[in-house]
């Protein structure tokens, strides 16, 4: 008598029945993780700025800002103090009376699952304006520059940010306390959710 190993073809086809239905199962979950991860992780990035020039405004004592600059669907950013005590604003920045702190840098560089941009429809953002999808994703008050206060205030404003899948995000500077928060759309209940 003798004692053969190895795996009938049966065993063979209902490993691989098996496998084949974990990755399908897997692979979208890890897809969506992924995305939400990249979103999320361009988000706290962007709100660290938000902290490092809101700190700066604090310990300097001067108003200090950081005006953002769009070039098609590329969005850049670069820090300004304040010069002649009226804050950071785009005419002092023109003629040199703001200076800036450091070369512009790419606002979410890392984004491939992602840009910067809005629904394509009417939509209400968290204080329950309504946004349209021609209107400019990053806003602060009317202006493309958060400007932080020496007392911690900054400019109440926000950048949205829209995923492959459609889904929006927000990370809003609140005004009175100068703080940023990270915002996801709910399109079910048409609701902002803090993430």
Excluded at 31 to 55: G, K, L, N, P
Excluded at 133 to 148: G, H, K, L, W, Y
Excluded at 176 to 193: I, V
Aim: one cysteine or more.
């Amino acid at each position: 008598m003798r004692n053969e190993h190895g795996y009938t073809l049966l065993e063979i086809i209902a490993t691989l029945a098996v496998i084949g239905l974990l990755l399908l199962i897997t692979v979208p979950a890890f897809a969506t993780y992924r995305r939400h991860a990249s979103v999320r992780a361009a988000a706290f990035e962007t709100m660290a700025m938000f902290r490092e020039v809101r700190q700066r405004a604090i310990t300097t004592g001067r108003q200090t800002g950081v005006k953002f600059t769009r070039d098609g669907d590329r969005w850049t950013y670069a820090r300004y103090e304040d010069g002649d005590g009226d804050g950071v604003r785009n005419d002092d920045i023109r003629s040199g009376i703001d200076h800036r702190l450091g070369p512009s840098s790419p606002l979410m560089p890392q984004l491939l699952v992602a840009k910067i941009g809005l629904l394509p429809y009417e939509i209400h953002d968290p204080d329950d304006d309504v946004i349209a999808p021609t209107d400019e994703p990053v806003a602060f008050n009317r202006s493309a520059i958060c400007s932080f206060s020496p007392l911690g205030s900054g400019t109440p404003g926000s950048i949205y940010i829209i995923d492959e899948t459609g889904e929006l995000f927000c990370v809003r500077v609140v005004g009175s306390t100068g703080r940023a928060r990270f915002l996801r759309y709910n399109s079910g209940s048409r609701r902002w959710e803090p993430r």
